[in-house]
């Protein structure tokens, strides 16, 4: 069966300063993935995508970069962290198309930004 | 660019009755998915149904159900027997059928089951 990990869990992290976030997935092979946030109180919105490895597709302008080194591996990144960078990060994969699309979710990290 | 609208920030439903959420959305395109998602106090998202544009019968996942109604633009959730682990924020989420498969979220519907 597929799983979904993310780490750290919980990262408390100083204003300027770097970030790296890891997503992986095992049990699958060519996954699509989704890097969301979801600040306090709202609805996830989505940040990155990707097809393949390499492939990655912006959806909002911001301080934070992805990028995907392996086919089962998305990484979350910035090279100096914003108080509005604050938030619960979540990672998703789906495989395939059709009945397949639906997307599953990692259990997350929460991210504050001092 | 597709938008999702729940109306209801907060419901609270007894346990064992049943409680409808609401969720409209809007978009041109003519084959998408529609989604609930439960997300619990541990914050991790979960699957709760999903429903194919194309189907015109409503989907149903044990105690819960969808009344999709593609014309208004509508796709309601019903949980029925509510149960106290039901106790969560529940998100409406579209996707349309192309590369990448994004979803759109939202503003999410708390639900508190009461004893």
């Known amino acids: 069966s597929q799983t979904i990990h993310q780490w750290p869990a919980t990262l408390v992290q100083p204003v300027g300063s770097p970030l790296s976030l890891e997503c992986t997935v095992e049990?699958?092979?060519?996954?699509?993935l989704y890097w969301y946030r979801q600040a306090a109180g709202r609805g996830l919105q989505l940040l990155f995508y990707s097809v393949g490895i390499g492939q990655i597709s912006s959806e909002v302008p911001q301080n934070l970069s992805a990028s995907r080194p392996q086919d089962r591996q998305f990484i979350l990144s910035s090279k100096k962290l914003l108080l509005s960078d604050s938030g619960f990060y979540l990672c998703?994969?789906?495989?395939?198309?059709?009945?397949?699309?639906?997307?599953?979710f990692g259990p997350g990290t929460r991210l504050t930004v001092l | 660019a597709q938008t999702v609208t729940q109306s209801q920030p907060e419901m609270s439903v007894q346990e064992a009755e049943t409680v409808t959420l609401s969720c409209t959305y809007d978009t041109s395109e003519s084959n998408y998915y529609l989604f609930w998602y439960k997300q619990p106090p541990s914050r991790q998202m979960i699957l709760v149904i999903r429903?194919?544009?194309?189907?015109?019968q409503n989907a149903t996942e044990n105690r819960f159900s969808v009344n999709f109604q593609k014309a208004a633009k509508s796709f309601s959730l019903k949980i029925s027997d509510s149960q106290l682990g039901d106790t969560a924020m529940y998100f409406c989420?579209?996707?349309?059928?192309?590369?990448?498969?994004?979803?759109?979220f939202g503003g999410g519907t708390r639900v508190l089951v009461k004893p």
């Open positions: 429903q194919e544009a194309y189907k015109q």
């Open positions: 989420a579209f996707m349309k059928h192309s590369a990448g498969n994004k979803l759109t």
């Open positions: 998703a994969w789906s495989v395939g198309s059709g009945s397949t699309d639906t997307q599953y």
């Open positions: 049990g699958t092979s060519n996954p699509n």
